[in-house]
């Protein structure tokens, strides 16, 4: 057997059920032609042939078949006053306003829910989302399907009246009504429909988690850990102080950590301190003053950096404090300098102490206490040990003295000069003797030389026979010449040495045989130095 047609009766009928798809009005014409869908009453699978192929078995609804579709209007005028006609369901209150399909949700898992020409929500039964002997109501969801034959209205689900009234039509069989209202209009109660205690039943209601003080005790969700929306203090894992969020549930959430605070401890569990911050409350930093000293600063309780305050003045010829002074409070600022005049002084500059305490005058002087002071060269007779050969300009000889300014005067002093003649000390080496005569063969008696500049030529003339001797100076005016002396033998010498002193140009000299071995005796030749 097919699937039941089902009637559904308002308690009074606005329009007889043989009017159902018969009915030509307008209100029907405007149904539109929609596509037929499983309800209540589910219409013949296929394309229809004529009206009675669409008959859904409610009574407020006008059905049609129209190009081979079926269509189910509702029939304004078919229900009870108050109660209008919602395709699926029958006659009940008023359907839902609405634009979209999203605004008709009706909580039922069978039905198809959508807003009929963007104005109201209809909740089409869909068959085929319930089990294998049961059909889709829109109000009841999924339920047994319902007797085709019956005697009286106890045979429809009498035993079950929590599926609503339901009455036995002739033709139709068990048709739905409406549904069972249980809702006794105190919110103290707890309304629900109990089919083993035959219906409604009215007891105290339970609080849930909801916000609401659902059991009439003047308190909201007790007996939950907490209420939906409010925070709980807790501790974090690092042991700052979290919060912990309520959730829809009514149960605590993860102890969140607050954000980080300026108190040097880890608030956010991040395991840094006051992170975010310009420094952490209590340190301090040493910090450039405004005066340019080494100040120091301290991070106050914000977290923030205190202005750098300068430090105490010290001895050290700068501003420290930062008062446009410097070294305030001691005798005199470091590295200053005084002339010493203004300490009774004749001459010099007096120089602040190291610290600070008091000027230091040693290179103050007084010329004339016969006491050399610093920046005195002499006092008086003190020449300080010094003579013309030990003071600066390259003196040889002459007498050094102490002018009125305590300053050397050298007036007196004399220099060599390089084109004159210089004393002599000249060695003589031999190569040959007569260790029986127990002397030297020959005997030299050099009285001068005569020097030109650098590059210039040794002259030397000799008493009894002229004597040429050349010879080049070099730069470091070393000097190798050669001469030959003419007296009983012709003997050949070299004349070689070094200037020893080269301010003085004093020299040592030594005259060697390099002839051959000759029977000469103590032959001597005085050379003079000419210019």
């Known amino acids: 057997m097919g699937p039941a047609r089902l009637l559904v009766l308002a308690l009074t009928l606005g329009c007889a059920p043989g009017e159902r798809g018969d009915d030509d009005d307008s209100d029907a014409g405007d149904a539109g032609g929609r ?22 078995g409610i009574v407020c609804t006008i059905d049609h078949c129209e190009q081979e579709a079926c269509t189910h209007s509702p029939c304004t005028d078919c229900c009870d006053e108050g109660l209008g006609c919602i395709v699926g369901y029958g006659c009940g209150t008023a359907p839902q306003p609405c634009t979209t399909d999203d605004e008709c949700g009706d909580d039922t898992r069978c039905t198809l829910d959508r807003c009929r020409d963007a104005t109201e929500c209809e909740h089409v039964p869909q068959e085929a989302l319930c089990s294998s002997g049961e059909i889709c109501l829109a109000a009841l969801g999924c339920i047994p399907e319902p007797l085709s034959e019956c005697v009286r209205d106890g045979d429809c689900f009498g035993d079950r009246p929590c599926l609503g009234t339901w009455r036995c039509v002739d033709e139709f069989g068990c048709q739905f009504v409406s549904v069972l209202d249980c809702d006794d209009g105190d919110p ?6 109990r089919d083993e205690e035959g219906g409604c039943v009215h007891g105290a209601p339970e609080e849930v988690c909801n916000g609401a003080d659902d059991d009439c005790d003047d308190e909201v969700d007790e007996g939950f850990e907490c209420m939906v929306g409010e925070d709980a203090p807790c501790v974090t894992a690092c042991g700052s102080a979290g919060a912990s969020a309520c959730g829809p549930d009514c149960t605590l959430g993860e102890c969140a950590p607050p954000e980080e605070l300026c108190n040097d401890e880890d608030d956010d569990c991040d395991d840094e301190v006051d992170e975010g911050f310009q420094c952490s409350a209590g340190t301090a930093e040493d910090c450039a003053t405004a005066c340019g000293s080494t100040g120091s600063r301290t991070c106050l309780d914000d977290c923030s ?7 105490d003045e010290v001895c050290n010829g700068v501003d420290d404090d930062c008062d446009g002074a410097c070294d305030e409070g001691d005798e005199c600022c470091a590295g200053e300098v005084r002339d010493c005049s203004l300490m009774g002084f004749d001459r010099g500059a007096a120089v602040c102490e190291d610290d600070c305490t008091g000027w230091d005058s040693s290179a103050c002087s007084r010329c004339g206490d016969g006491t050399i002071d610093q920046g005195e060269e002499c006092d008086g007779e003190n020449l300080g040990g010094d003579d013309c050969t030990t003071v600066p300009g390259d003196f040889t000889s002459g007498e050094l003295a102490c002018g009125g300014d305590c300053r050397f005067d050298t007036g007196d002093c004399e220099r060599w000069d390089p084109t004159g003649s210089y004393a002599t000390d000249p060695d003589v080496a031999y190569s040959c003797a007569d260790p029986g005569w127990g002397g030297p063969l020959v005997n030299f008696a050099f009285d001068s030389c005569a020097f030109a500049a650098a590059g210039g030529v040794l002259n030397v003339s000799c008493d009894s026979v002229p004597c040429q001797m050349t010879g080049f100076i070099d730069a470091d005016r070393d000097f190798d010449v050669s001469c030959l002396l003419q007296g009983t033998c012709d003997e050949s010498y070299a004349l070689a040495g070094a200037f020893t002193d080269d301010d003085t140009w004093d020299a040592t000299f030594t005259a060697t045989f390099v002839g051959d071995c000759l029977d000469c005796v103590n032959q001597s030749d005085d050379l003079t130095g000419a210019r």
């Open 188 to 193: 103290c109660t707890a309304d629900e429909c």
């Open 305 to 311: 950096w205190d202005d750098c305050a300068p430090p």
């Open 35 to 56: 596509d037929a869908t499983v309800g209540v009453d589910a219409a013949p699978a296929g394309p229809c042939a004529s009206d009675s192929d669409c008959d859904d």
